[in-house]
């Protein structure tokens, strides 16, 4: 099962001196279960062993966005990707029709964007209404501009959870960050 939090992995909203590394094991520290690795511009060979290395981490769950890696628990696919032969996936999805379509392929969940207005992707939207995160046939994370203020009412609006990005990569305390959101999602 999907936890109610997630985060996406982008090395380039960390503070400069930051590593990846150190903040995803820092946010694991605080209580965070699974993580997605985006990072797709990395040489495949280093993206492999950033894979293996977040892998080690006690307790973490992860998962490896859009490209299979046998170190990875599972992969998470973007909206239009061919579902793979093997292990759970997951998909990126941008409406509820999108969701359910995910769900007859065997998504084991998804991500429905966006949520909110994202300093990430600005532009991106508009949000989704709060009615398109209820009733889905697979655990469905809000995943767009989520942080502190909001993910409650994601859940409250039927997602399963959320899943953060740059409330936590652009943060001064990713792990205090992700404290703050285990508080508020009940964790």
């Given at each position: 099962?999907?936890?109610?939090?997630?985060?996406?992995?982008?090395?380039?909203?960390?503070?400069?001196?930051?590593?990846?590394?150190?903040?995803?094991?820092?946010?694991?520290?605080?209580?965070?279960?699974?993580?997605?690795?985006?990072?797709?511009?990395?040489?495949?060979?280093?993206?492999?062993?950033?894979?293996?290395?977040?892998?080690?981490?006690?307790g973490l769950?992860?998962?490896?966005?859009?490209?299979?890696?046998?170190?990875?628990?599972?992969?998470?696919?973007?909206?239009?990707?061919v579902v793979?032969?093997?292990?759970?996936?997951?998909?990126?999805?941008?409406?509820?029709?999108?969701?359910?379509?995910?769900?007859?392929?065997?998504?084991?969940?998804?991500?429905?964007?966006?949520?909110?207005?994202?300093?990430?992707?600005?532009?991106?939207?508009?949000?989704?209404?709060?009615?398109?995160?209820?009733?889905?046939?697979?655990?469905?994370?809000?995943?767009?501009?989520?942080?502190?203020?909001?993910?409650?009412?994601?859940?409250?609006?039927?997602?399963?959870?959320?899943?953060?990005?740059?409330?936590?990569?652009?943060?001064?305390?990713?792990?205090?960050?992700?404290?703050?959101?285990?508080?508020?999602?009940?964790?």
């Amino acid at each position: 099962m999907i936890p109610r939090l997630v985060l996406l992995t982008d090395r380039s909203q960390l503070s400069l001196g930051r590593g990846l590394l150190r903040t995803v094991r820092e946010c694991a520290g605080a209580g965070l279960t699974a993580v997605v690795v985006r990072e797709h511009d990395v040489d495949p060979v280093a993206r492999r062993a950033l894979v293996a290395e977040l892998a080690a981490i006690d307790g973490l769950t992860v998962i490896s966005s859009r490209i299979p890696d046998e170190a990875a628990d599972g992969t998470h696919l973007a909206a239009d990707q061919v579902v793979p032969s093997d292990g759970p996936w997951g998909r990126s999805c941008h409406s509820a029709a999108a969701v359910a379509r995910a769900a007859e392929q065997g998504a084991s969940w998804a991500t429905l964007s966006p949520y909110a207005t994202s300093a990430s992707k600005p532009g991106h939207g508009p949000p989704l209404p709060a009615t398109a995160f209820a009733a889905h046939p697979v655990p469905v994370l809000a995943l767009a501009g989520v942080d502190v203020r909001n993910a409650a009412a994601a859940v409250e609006a039927g997602a399963h959870g959320v899943a953060v990005m740059g409330a936590v990569m652009r943060a001064a305390d990713p792990a205090g960050v992700v404290e703050a959101l285990l508080r508020v999602l009940r964790c």
